[in-house]
């Protein structure tokens, strides 16, 4: 079964500063997508980037990248130049590389910028 | 184009009431996903439909069931309503062609409520 690990529950991070958010995963197949979703409070759901696990560059955003680490079942989303408008909620996901939309989510982090 | 739109928003109900909540994708995407959004067990998956059929279903007891129209609409239905099922259900909806290039695009959400 895959499951998707997020081991802070609460982050918050100084207005222009730099915040990494953590994310473990566990599957045993070989073919499957990483995301990060945000949540704020309006509760729409937007996704922030994604990484095919076949692909070793890690993906890019803008202000947004992640450190995908296969070996290591790892994830971790790292946010630049943080603003106010970034407090949300963020979710990791996983999902299989097939006709599968079974996305499994991991608990989320609370994510607060402070000005 | 216009987002993935869920309709009613709000819903209050009794316990053995049955609801219906209504999901109209973005416009083009065939594939419609459900989820249940709640404090302890977290984004947990309900069921996908592509082209009017079920092609994939989380663990989620009978009561539980949802339908996908030749416009890609779809609608979930709950019935015998229990105090558990209070939740934010989100749909999502994608081209649903292949999952290696799809992104599920979320909707606001319904926030119910069971009494």
């Known amino acids: 079964a895959q499951t998707v690990t997020q081991s802070q529950p609460e982050m918050s991070v100084q207005e222009a500063e730099t915040v990494t958010l953590s994310c473990t995963y566990d599957t045993s197949e070989s073919n499957y997508y990483l995301f990060w979703y945000k949540q704020p409070p309006s509760r729409q759901m937007i996704l922030v980037i994604r990484?095919?696990?076949?692909?070793?560059q890690n993906a890019t955003e803008n202000r947004f990248s992640v450190n995908f680490q296969k070996a290591a079942k790892s994830f971790s989303l790292k946010i630049s130049d943080s603003q106010l408008g970034d407090t949300a909620m963020y979710f990791c996901a996983f999902i299989l590389g097939s006709y599968n939309n079974d996305m499994r989510f991991g608990a989320g982090t609370r994510l607060t910028v402070k000005p | 184009k216009a987002g993935v739109t869920q309709t009613p928003r709000y819903l209050i109900k009794t316990r053995g009431q049955q609801v219906t909540l209504s999901c109209s994708p973005i416009?083009?995407?065939?594939?419609v996903s459900w989820y249940q959004q709640t404090p302890g067990q977290g984004l947990q998956f309900l069921f996908e439909?592509?082209?009017?059929?079920?092609?994939n279903k989380g663990n989620f007891p009978g009561r539980f069931s949802g339908r996908q129209f030749s416009n890609s609409r779809s609608e979930m239905n709950v019935s015998t309503l229990e105090l558990g099922d209070s939740a934010l259900y989100l749909c999502?909806?994608?081209?649903?062609?292949?999952?290696?290039?799809?992104?599920?695009?979320f909707g606001p959400g319904t926030r119910l409520t069971v009494l």
């Open positions: 990484q095919e696990a076949y692909k070793q």
């Open positions: 439909y592509f082209s009017e059929t079920q092609r």
């Open positions: 416009s083009g995407h065939r594939s």
């Open positions: 999502a909806s994608s081209p649903g062609t292949h999952a290696s290039t799809d992104t599920q695009y």
